[in-house]
């Protein structure tokens, strides 16, 4: 199954040498006293802190930008908190409540509670992936996953009762991901999930250490942070990206033959079988191929802010990232790998809000096919606040 993925990175951070601190104070708001024990994060990044047993926390060397903070704790509901280092609060006063356990929704329609033995394996592949990476990643806690398949509009949803635990030895990451989002629209042959994710390093021998790193940058090059941060730098072409304009068109007559065949079945075996059968082989749909653009050509720069727009699809192709061996094969694709090729297209949104660590809002803004429909899964994602030590191949 070929699949449209949008990830959301809900946090707008700037990659910039800073040395801006957050202090802050976290109350039970019933009692007012200390929760000491609390996990502050910034979302999808690896900088963190736990609260002391006064309650009191400390986040040190945040780089400048906006951002969000999530502030966690058994027995108390999630607070986040969104912040700018450009106007940093002296001291955070954070409240935090108790949690108080509700009954599920009614949902109208209604869905069937299934079981992590029959729908873990696609939770899976559509959660961590099917990359090299991912086969190194595993989830430690799966039994806090609950699931739901809502029949008649097949569709899977997926929820935590607590953070998702993984650990990633192939980029040297141990991950704990708040769950907020997660489903496969089976019909429409789409996937999204989304969530607050603090990345920890793993400890290692040098050796590891030294593949980790490796592993990381593999990761990174041409990877939708890596597009997206070119694009807000407006450097895309000096990073390896081409970029095309593409109109995807549906194969019309596949599209009656098909038709056809659901009102008469018996279609199938008249005289014209043999060539309803050469079109219905054909791909579903065709693409015409533009020019390659600029990335001027498709960047606009308002009042501070950067937005990418486009109409139709934009092709992306990265000459340092070669498709994985894995990616042919889950195609069933025989033939030599080439740089990788993504298509990209909005999705019900004029333009994309951009940040300098590759994000875009709103994050349900953008689908994405081919390879980053199949690559861009948790078993390779980077926090935020990555950046190559050393530089990419064949850029300055």
Known sequence: MKLFLTISLVLLAMIAPAQNRLQGHVVDGETNMPVAGSSVFITNTSLASITNKEGYFEISDIPAGIYKLIITHVGFETVTYDFSTEKMPAKLKVVVKPKVLAMETVVVGGYVKETWEKWGKTFTDYFIGLSNNSTKTVIK????????????????????????????????????????????????????FAGHILFTDMKGSNRQVRNWEENRREAYTGSMMHFFRSVYDGNGLDQGFEIRRVKKLRNIEKDRIKALYRL?????????????????????????????????????????????????????????????????????????????????????????????????????????????????????????????????????
């Open 141 to 192: 806690n799966h039994k806090t996953l609950r699931f739901r398949f809502y029949q008649k509009l097949n569709k899977l949803e997926v929820v935590a009762d607590e953070p998702i635990i993984i650990e990633n030895k192939g980029l040297g990451y141990k991950l704990a991901y708040q769950l907020e989002h997660f489903e496969i629209n089976f019909k429409d042959r789409t996937n999204f």
């Open 264 to 396: 008469n079945p018996d279609h199938r075996f008249s005289d014209s079988s043999e060539y309803y059968q050469r079109i219905l082989s054909q791909q579903d749909f065709t693409y015409e191929y533009g020019t390659t653009l600029a990335v001027d050509s498709i960047r606009i720069v308002e009042d501070g802010q950067k937005f990418i727009y486009w109409p139709d699809y934009l092709q992306i192709v990265n000459k340092h990232k070669i498709e994985e061996q894995r990616y042919l094969d889950h195609h069933m694709e025989r033939r030599s790998r080439y740089p990788a090729r993504s298509l990209i297209t909005l999705q019900n949104e004029p333009a994309l809000l951009l940040d300098a660590n590759g994000n875009w809002y709103p994050a349900r803004g953008l689908l994405s096919e081919w390879y980053w429909g199949w690559s861009e899964k948790v078993g390779d994602l980077l926090p935020l606040n990555y950046g190559p030590s050393k530089t990419i191949a064949g850029t300055p």
